[in-house]
């Protein structure tokens, strides 16, 4: 048990630093492919992956209760929430798509308040609310300008979108989970949720032929396939499975911090004082938030 615990907590630390990373790969693809479509792939093809190595290992298919639990979690999680979060990225910049999925945390909490009758939702809670949305109201006040640009009102709306879908997703897979190897009903999660996105970009003509894709989007999807879900998504199921779903969602702490820097770095995003201080108030919300909930275990 101990060991697992350790493991636990290891598996939060890989997915605290990879997927700060990949809101630059991600955004990278988004400006060469259609975003819905690379966040379709991606998980299409790490499925793909994960699912044929455990079929070929002797694992069997799960039965359709377990197959229907995995597919409600996979088009919350990775379908609605990825896709979304991946398609806004090709109106706002990863690192502001970053410090909007910080609220994650906030949002867990309140689902879990919610729908955990022996969670209580207090007075700290309340206060560290409103001081992580006072976070990102610092933050836009900077964009002002940017309001009356619909792309970027777009962007802004599919990542708050993403950020509720992912939290209710988080508590939701906490408390179902199915009878089945953590790391198969991962793959199986981002097996269906991808063959769901492909199917939407093939109706709704948002997709591109691989071929005319270029380089720098390949890469991109590899590194999205390869770290951002082969390792960190089921890093972050596993964690899930063995921690309470409050405390994975801690992971959204190192996120925006790891995707500004980034961003900043290879991408020449924005990066200023402001956007710095709304981010600090913003994670100092959702540690007041973290707090009560540890509070209430004790």
Known sequence: MKREKQLAYLSLGLVSIIWGTTYVAARIGAQHMPGFFVAGLRQFFSGLVVVAYFLARGYKMPEWPVIRQLSVQGILLLCISNGLITWSMEYISGGLAAIIVALVPLFVAFFTARLCRHKQITRWMVVGWITGFAGIVVIFYDYL??????????????????????????????????????????????????????????????????????????????????????????????????????????????????????GWAILSEEMNLQMLMGASITLTGVYLVNSEIKKQKQ
Not at 174 to 201: E, H, K, N, W, Y
Not at 232 to 244: G, I, N, V
Request: glycine share 8%; charged share 5%.
């Open 145 to 262: 300008g940017a309001l009356h640009n619909t792309r970027f009102v777009l962007g802004v709306v599919l990542a708050f979108i993403s950020v509720l879908s992912w939290s209710y997703g988080t508590v939701y897979a906490a408390r179902t989970r199915p009878a089945v190897d953590i790391l198969f009903s991962a793959g199986l999660q981002m097996l269906i949720a991808g063959v769901i996105m492909l199917l939407i970009c093939v109706f709704t003509g948002q997709y591109v032929f691989l071929g005319n894709a270029g380089r720098d989007a390949w890469l991109a999807l590899l590194y999205l396939v390869v770290f951002g879900s082969l390792i960190a998504y089921s890093a972050y199921a596993f964690a899930l499975s063995k921690l309470p779903a409050t405390q994975v969602s801690l992971y959204a702490y190192i996120n925006p911090i790891v995707a500004v820097g980034l």
